[in-house]
T-cell receptor, first 113, second 115 residues
Framework: AQSVSQHNHHVILSEAASLELGCNYS??????LFWYVQYPGQHLQLLLKYFSGDPLVKGIKGFEAEFIKSKFSFNLRKPSVQWSDTAEYFC???????????FGTGTRLKVLA | EAQVTQNPRYLITVTGKKLTVTCSQN?????MSWYRQDPGLGLRQIYYSMNVEVTDKGDVPEGYKVSRKEKRNFPLILESPSPNQTSLYFCASSLKELAGGDTQYFGPGTRLTVL
């Protein structure tokens, strides 16, 4: 069965620090990969997604993620975080051609001003 | 404004009292889905629908029903709610062009407490 692991449950950083959030998935075939973000009091929204092509994907607000097929990973990065990046981040996977989605347990990021 | 709406936003009910949480989208999306979010468990998919009259189970369908009679609406029905269904529920919708790779648009969430 598909699964998604987010190893960091809580992360606290100071502004301007670099961020990397881990996401590993288990699935033997081709996958679509997503990072969603939930800012306090707001809806979940898409940060970025990968479904084919360049494994380095750029999203909104300066975020990027790299798909490493050999490691079954899709880690989220940002070179310099801001206080406004405080949010909960979810990694998700789905198998192309299907409409079942598996989400990770989420990582709560707190950025200190 | 393009959006997914859910009602009610907050609901406290008692065990066994049937309830419906409505979900509506105005983006003409074919795909709609329901999730529940629980601490430490992330979002888990309950049911999804690929189009009108086409629904399928997600990972945690037990105790829930759905229907898709119109494209814009996808209600979640709890016939006999139990305390373990206390959770935060999200509805989402997307186009169906990238075979699952489409962006999902989420509603604001419904916080349900079953006593």
């Amino acid at each position: 069965a598909q699964s998604v692991s987010q190893h960091n449950h809580h992360v606290i950083l100071s502004e301007a620090a670099s961020l990397e959030l881990g996401c590993n998935y288990s699935y033997g075939g081709t996958v679509n990969l997503f990072w969603y973000v939930q800012y306090p009091g707001q809806h979940l929204q898409l940060l970025l997604k990968y479904f084919s092509g360049d494994p380095l994907v750029k999203g909104i607000k300066g975020f990027e993620a790299e798909f490493i097929k050999s490691k079954f990973s899709f880690n989220l990065r940002k070179p310099s975080v801001q206080w406004s990046d405080t949010a909960e981040y979810f990694c998700a996977v789905n198998a192309p051609g299907t409409y079942k989605y598996i989400f990770g347990t989420g990582t709560r990021l707190k950025v200190l001003a | 404004e393009a959006q997914v709406t859910q009602n009610p936003r907050y609901l406290i009910t008692v065990t066994g009292k049937k309830l419906t949480v409505t979900c509506s989208q105005n983006m003409n999306h074919e795909y709609m889905s329901w999730y529940r979010q629980d601490p430490g468990l992330g979002l888990r998919q309950i049911y999804y629908s690929m189009n009108v009259e086409v629904t399928d189970k997600g990972d945690v369908p037990e105790g829930y029903k759905v229907s898709r009679k119109e494209k814009r609406n996808f209600p979640l029905i709890l016939e006999s709610p139990s305390p373990n269904q206390t959770s935060l529920y999200f509805c989402a919708s997307s186009l169906k062009e990238l075979a699952g790779g489409d962006t999902q648009y989420f509603g604001p969430g419904t916080r349900l407490t079953v006593l």
